[in-house]
């Protein structure tokens, strides 16, 4: 199981937490750098939103299309996940089993997830947690 869990600075800590209670191990992230921002960050006017890759076993797995690690959009930024992830994701697992949290619309090919993260459907018998995320810098 491969994991894209959306986390704005202010609660990366928050997201590397989840992952590592729902035993995954952190592989490695994209960056959403939004042209639009519609709020700020806590010390910043935050334009980005990390993206962490996260798999249920220490060894990633392969990947059919590896894409740059900054992605850039114009859609206004907000709750939902741009087009342009949704697609950079499917482009890297085409075949994989894809889900989203609190989806704002359908998108063929996904299964919505209403229940939130306190009941990951994703996990499938992980060998225990992976290594807490590394915030400072």
Same mark, same amino acid.
Request: charged share 20%; proline share 9%; hydrophobic share 40%.
């Given at each position: 199981?491969?994991?894209?869990?959306?986390?704005?600075?202010?609660?990366?800590?928050?997201?590397?937490?989840?992952?590592?209670?729902?035993?995954?191990?952190?592989?490695?992230?994209?960056?959403?750098?939004?042209?639009?921002?519609?709020?700020?960050?806590?010390?910043?006017?935050?334009?980005?939103?990390?993206?962490?890759?996260?798999?249920?076993? *220490?060894?990633?797995?392969?990947? @059919? $299309?590896? #894409?740059?690690?900054?992605?850039? &959009?114009? =859609?206004?930024?907000?709750?939902?996940?741009?087009?342009?992830?949704?697609?950079?994701?499917?482009?890297?697992?085409?075949?994989?089993?894809?889900?989203?949290?609190?989806?704002?619309?359908?998108?063929?090919?996904?299964?919505?997830?209403?229940?939130?993260?306190?009941? *990951?459907?994703?996990?499938?018998? @992980? $060998?225990? #947690?992976?290594?807490?995320?590394? &915030?400072? =810098?």
């Amino acid at each position: 199981t491969v994991v894209f869990l959306l986390a704005p600075p202010a609660h990366l800590r928050t997201a590397c937490d989840a992952l590592v209670n729902w035993g995954f191990f952190l592989q490695d992230n994209l960056v959403w750098a939004k042209c639009n921002p519609s709020r700020t960050g806590l010390f910043s006017r935050a334009r980005h939103e990390h993206i962490l890759i996260a798999t249920n076993v *220490p060894i990633p797995h392969e990947v @059919a $299309s590896i #894409p740059d690690s900054v992605i850039t &959009t114009d =859609e206004a930024a907000g709750t939902h996940l741009p087009q342009a992830i949704y697609a950079v994701i499917e482009k890297m697992f085409p075949s994989a089993r894809r889900a989203v949290f609190f989806p704002v619309e359908q998108r063929e090919g996904w299964t919505s997830l209403e229940n939130g993260i306190d009941n *990951p459907p994703l996990s499938d018998g @992980a $060998s225990g #947690p992976g290594p807490q995320c590394d &915030t400072k =810098e």
